[in-house]
Each structure stands twice: as structure tokens, then as C-alpha cells.
């Protein structure tokens, strides 16, 4: 299967300390750099964690208070109970990295009331050289059977005010810029929360396997202190659960560059190994879509005189993909249900039924024959329980075509008018569609998500995430756009969770219907960001009447979407961003480079490249005269002969790039 072990993992090592004691019980990772312990402080059990004998965290508070119980549970008796180490390789279906390792030790602690009840709940911690992860297991146990979680009291405790990059959880769906502050400016964050440390370090706290259970976000507490804050239902309770049961893992990455934050797989290692016996039909790729133009208001998403989705257009844009290797197509406003008051009338979505103007069947076919899947747009608004009740028909009838991929829709503050987008409920909801999709071999494009967690690993027909400020926002927001530092902090904080869709690749920068918003780029950052921001699944978002006759569509053509291996070169947040990426199928590398609104020259070593072989390096970069403001559809295109050795010089214009693929000679 998709799953190779390549090393054998380490036999465990069980060990029961006998007793209620309060001494420390640790663990290490397996470079001796990162130890994580467990005591007891005033009676109540904390965690800390050092860094080559230096504190990280400090008193790190651990445990739950119950729905109906006024004080967190009187965890007092801490006992370590077992031990486990790994050293394996697996390979992924899809991903930034064919082959991942995951390395780790392990300790189990128990912690225990004392008296009373008797409750138990054990800490399973994971530590990795590059950071930890740990989760609580509630396991079987006579006085504590069904329950419900009032708060999770997790924090993360570093002793000083750093400072953070991080999302506010009061945008919806997570369409936030990065802020840039102390940690006790923090507006309760959405994780992945990114610390920038000093002397080059990065610290990122998020969480891995959201499974029956609330996102966690994180609040300031004290000086230099974060806590956990879970998603609540409408009734205020944040999590239902009945033991046995686990948590998801909080993770965090530390990092002393950059790039190594950027390349950490724990939360992939600490989801569990894919489910799916045949993954042949997914499979990574770009699409070009009915879509931006439905943005930039030239066509609409509803029936009538300007319909967008019609046969006619929709063969235009099978033709163009199939002549131009693009493996997919993605209409939106087919099926029955558009109209003006679609966010409070969902029920009225059909989604096996299309307009009179698109013929579903003839054009199903017809992409069939051309070798191009359909990306079928369901936005069902939230509306969980009138899309499940269409599901298997839609399901279906889609599979019956031989297509593959889906893009869901969740545009609603509520899931089902009731809960938030990343509580217990709506990740229930969520995760029983895709399970459905992959019993289907349907592969899922998720919009409006919960934020990523590693999932995709288990179940990887869950291709790609939105859940970030993405292109649409360069069409009508309000503000004039994204701004040109937006694309060079993505990465490093929703680019942490996985996978984006945020649909790039405009190459015709007039915006008639709405002139006071634009994609502040330039083309040649348009291209680049193909290597910077990864999705296996990307989309070349602009017209197909906008690429004919552009040498710069080429690169579009040419680059993956799944990669061998990936590595950030260099990178500061918020100012501009290096990345290469070698192809999983060939021995082609690319580089992506990209800058804020500051003009940039940079000299980028090509060490990365197979020593003592010549590339030729197909070179696209601004123009002379590039300039987002202006003049952003200027680029030059240059072929050089380069080895490993040599240095490229760039010179980027405001909010520019450039995007470059080596062909191995």
C-alpha cells in the first residue's frame, strides 16, 4: 500500500512505578535536545520543557474542569506508567515530502485523584528533535463513563512576553491577515500560533488528529503565558465525550531556523497511518476553472441572461485544459439552488440536479473523453443535514462518470444554524462527509474548513484545505486586496497546518466591475507562488482567454503539485520568501521567490541541486519596469546553464517574484 515502513520500529519498554509520588517523570527526544517533564507544583500537576538544558516552558499548567463541578478535576498523584520509542519511514500518498521520518520517545504518566473519586487521566507524550507533542487519554474506569468537558486547561507557559504571528479567531472561516504582536496583545488566536524566539529560533503551537473533539485556540494569561481556549457548543459546553477516549495532540515545533520550522512532520506523525487500502485515483493536479470571472462579477453564480455555468463555456475550459495537460475543471453555480437568498435557503440546493443551460451529462462525458476530471462544486452553506440527505445519490451519480474530486462549501457562520465552524459538532459533520467521499473514491477540495490538523494522512482524498485569505478577496474586497506582504506570512502560519487552496494565477490584472480592488502582485509572483504556497491541488485561477499566447503560462504547465522533497532556503515573515521543491516524478527542481511591497535583490546559492550535473534554469522574473501598482503584468523569460555550484542573482520588484524550474541535462 501507500504506506512503506522502511525502518523497524523500536519494541516497548513498559514500565509501572508503583504509588502516588510527586517526583519528576520525563522524557527526552532522541537527540538528547528536548526533554519534556511532568511534576507536581502545589499538588497540581505541570509540565515544562527544556531546550538543551534551558527552560522553554515553565509550570505549564495540565488537566479539566467537568460540566457541573466547580474546580478542575484534583489531579494530585502523578505516576509514570510506561515508555515507548519509534524510528520509522513512511511514505506519503501526496505531499511537500515523499518519505517521512518519524522518530520519536515516549512516556505515559498517570495522573490521579487522591481520594474522592479516584479519576484517572493519562498523558501520552511524543518527543521528537524538533519539538513534542502530547494528548490525554481518559481510559475505562468505573467513575467517569459519560461526561462533558467545561474547559480544557492546558497552557503553554514561556515566562516572557514574545512576540507572535497569528490569526484572530473572530475572522471567520480563518480569512485573517497575520498579525504581528507580543503575546499578551493576543486577541484569542487561532493555532498554528508562531513565536519568534530570538537568535534565529521559532517556536509554532498547534494541535494533530482533531477528532470528536473542539479546535483549540489560544488566549494570553499572565505575562508570557498562553492558554487553551476549546470551540463551544450553543450551550456552552465545549466537548462531549464518554471514556475510553483520547484528545487530539498539542503539538509544538521548535525550530532553530526558518526553514526547519517550516519542514517539521510532527503533526503528520502523529495522526494516524492512511485507511484507505486503494489510493490509485487520488491523485494530485492543477484545475482551471468557472470561477474568478464569477468573482470579478463578469458572469453569475445564479440562473438568468449572465449565467456563468452554461455547456457552452464549460466545453471552452474542458478544451483548454485538455490541450494545455491541466488534469481538472471546476464549474461553479451548476446545480439547481443558486439565487439571492441562498445562505438562508439552502435546502433549496439540488446537487445531482443542473440548470437547464448545463448539460451535466453531455458535459460529464465529454470531459470524460478528453481525459479531464470535473471538479464539482457542493456548497451546501453549512447545511449539513440536507447535503447528507443527498450524499450517496450525488456520490453516485458523480463516480458513475468515472470523476473523482469535489469542492465543498460551508459559506455560513453556523454549521446547521446552530454551531461554530470548528466545534465538536461541525467536525463530526465534516469528517463523516469525507469518510463518505473516500467509500465513494471521491476526493474532497474542503472550503470554509475547520483549520488542518494532519487528517489528510489518514484519509487522503481530503486533498486540500482553504481556510485562509485567499485570491477571491483580490476581487471585490472592500479594502482594495490582499496585501503584498499577505502571501509571505502564510506559510508560516496557516501554511503549518497543510495543504491551501488559494487559487492563484491571475495573469489579467484589469478589474472593470470593481476598479478599487486588485491582486496587488505581479504576474511573475503569481508564478512563483505555485512553489511557495503548497496545495496538491492547485489552480490556475484566471481565464483561459487570459494565458493564450503567454510564454508564462508554460511555467503554470510545467510545475507539479506533488512533490520528492521541499526545503524553505530562506525566508523572513512578513518580507519575502526562498522555497525549492523537487518534482516527485522527475528529476526537475523549482524555485519560488517572493517579496512584500519592499523592491528586493537576493543571491540564491543553487546548493541544493545534484552535485556535478548541469540544469538549465528556465528563468521567469519581473521586468525592469515590474511594479505591482502599475505595471504587474511585466516579466522576462531567460534560459541559463547552472550547476549546484553557481549563485542566481534576482532582483524583485514591489510585491514580485520570481519562479524558475531546472531541467536536469
Known sequence: MNIRLLTAALSAATIIICGCTDNRTSVSSPDGSITFEISLNDG??????????????????????????????????????GRDSKDETWEQVWGEDR??????????????????????????????????????????????????????????????????????????????????TPMSQVDTAHTPLTIEAGEGRYYAIHEANLTDYAKMSLTPENNGCLRAVLTPWSDGTKVYAEAPCVTPWRTMIIADDIGKLAASKIMLNLNEPCVLEDVSWIRPGKYIGIWWTLHKDFYTWYYGPRHGATTKQTMR???????????????????????????????GFDFTQAYP?????????YAASKGVQMVIHNEYAANTEHYLSQIHDAYKLYSSYDMHYIKTGNVNLLMDGKEEHDGQYAVNRRRQIVETAAQSRICVDEHEPAMPTGIHRTYPNLMTYEGVRGQEHDAWEPEGGNKPEHQTVCPFIRGLAGPMDYTFGTFDFSNPNYPFCRVMTTLAKQLAQYVVIYSPLQMASDDPFAYEGKKAFDFIKDVPCDWH?????????????????????????????????????MSIP????????????????????????????????????????????????????????????
Open 317 to 347: 475550459y474542458i478544451d483548454f485544459a485538455a490541450d494545455n495537460g491541466i488534469s481538472g475543471v471546476l464549474v461553479e453555480g451548476w446545480n439547481k439552488g443558486w439565487d439571492g437568498n441562498w445562505m438562508k435557503n439552502s435546502t
Open 606 to 665: 543553487l546548493s541544493f541541486l545534484e552535485p556535478d550535473t548541469e540544469y538549465t534554469a528556465q528563468i521567469y522574473a519581473d521586468g525592469p519596469d515590474a511594479n505591482y501598482e502599475n505595471n504587474p503584468e511585466s516579466y522576462t523569460y531567460s534560459e541559463l546553464t547552472v550547476t549546484s555550484s553557481d549563485v542566481i542573482p534576482m532582483k524583485l520588484a514591489t510585491s514580485g517574484g520570481c519562479a524558475v524550474r531546472f531541467v536536469k541535462k
Open 357 to 365: 443551460d448545463y448539460d451535466f451529462d453531455r458535459i460529464m462525458k
Open 99 to 180: 518519505f517521512v521520518r518519524n522518530n520519536y520517545n515516549e512516556m505515559t504518566v498517570r495522573l490521579s485523584e487522591n481520594g474522592g473519586s479516584a479519576r484517572i487521566v493519562d498523558i501520552i507524550v511524543r518527543v521528537f528533535d524538533d519539538g513534542f507533542g502530547f494528548r490525554y487519554s481518559f481510559p475505562e474506569q468505573e467513575n467517569l463513563k459519560k461526561f462533558a468537558i467545561a474547559e480544557e486547561n492546558t497552557s503553554f507557559d514561556f515566562g516572557k512576553d514574545l512576540k507572535a504571528w497569528w490569526l484572530r479567531r473572530s475572522v471567520p472561516y480563518y480569512e485573517d491577515y497575520g498579525h504581528h
Open 44 to 81: 497540581t500537576p505541570v509540565y515544562s520543557v527544556l531546550q538543551e538544558g534551558k527552560k522553554i516552558l515553565s509550570n505549564s499548567t495540565l488537566g479539566f474542569t467537568l460540566k457541573g463541578e466547580e474546580n478542575p478535576l484534583a489531579l494530585s498523584c502523578v505516576e509514570l506508567i
Open 565 to 601: 522533497e521541499s526545503h524553505v532556503l530562506d525566508a523572513v515573515i512578513g518580507d519575502y520568501v526562498v522555497t525549492a521543491r523537487r518534482d516527485r516524478h522527475s528529476e526537475d527542481w523549482y524555485l519560488g521567490a517572493i517579496t512584500d511591497e519592499n523592491a528586493r535583490e
